[in-house]
């Protein structure tokens, strides 16, 4: 059952393998590149798992300790999984034991892939959900390793390395966007991101962006989640 659970969710989990593998390498890269011992990204791949905060946290090992200081970005980069949390509570209900690692696991791109696949007839979704999240954290740490391995071995130049989470980010709205017939979320995501940075700016408008996205959300669900016909 596990292994039929596997082979239904790997499919799925080839468009993050892809972006996962060159940002896993990225990220391997910039840090070796920063002088920092290597141990770390395999470390943080295996026990932080966190993205773009995975590229932040290459900065900030690099600064003074300033705890209070680090937490408060933190929170601000990776505020949008308390939102994710939230709209998770009801489907990681059937997780049982694996519920902690699923809550751990979450990222950006699982998180949408764990929103939008069905497990085909005859899996269970609770494996298949599982796999997906060990799948896609597997692409990352390898993808680390890759980086790392290669940062010590190649000369490499890491300028603009760090771009390619954004680029990531780009691709996943784009699939999404071609994936469905109602683009009311993304445009709302959009409109609202852009007020925020407008009025709140730079280093401060990620939580009332997302704050403002979740509550738009909320108030107009029907109209988000009917697909209209074509």
């Known amino acids: 059952m596990k292994r039929k659970a596997l082979k239904a969710a790997f499919p799925y989990t080839l468009p993050v393998m892809m972006g996962y593998l060159f940002l896993g390498m990225a990220f391997g890269i910039l840090l070796t590149s920063k002088g920092i011992f290597y141990g770390w990204a395999l470390f943080m791949s295996l026990f932080v798992y966190a993205g773009s905060m995975q590229f932040v946290a290459i900065e900030l090992l690099l600064t003074p300790f300033a705890p209070l200081s680090a937490a408060l970005v933190t929170l601000m980069v990776n505020a949008r999984h308390l939102f994710y949390g939230l709209s998770m509570l009801e489907p990681f209900k059937i997780m049982g034991k694996l519920k902690p690692y699923m809550i751990f696991s979450l990222s950006d791109e699982t998180y949408s892939l764990e929103c939008s696949a069905k497990p085909p007839e005859g899996v269970e979704r609770k494996y298949f959900l599982f796999f997906i999240a060990l799948l896609d954290q597997s692409y990352w740490v390898i993808g680390t390793l890759a980086g790392v391995l290669a940062g010590n071995i190649f000369p490499l130049d890491s300028t603009g ?12 709205f784009l699939e999404q966007w071609e994936s469905t017939s109602n683009h009311i979320p993304a445009l709302a995501g959009l409109v609202i991101t852009f007020l925020c940075l407008i009025t709140a700016g730079h280093d401060n408008f990620l939580l009332f962006s997302m704050a403002g996205i979740l509550v738009f959300l909320i108030l107009f669900r029907k109209q988000c989640t009917k697909e209209r016909s074509l």
């Open 161 to 172: 390395i760090d771009f390619a989470m954004t680029a990531l980010f780009l691709v996943i």
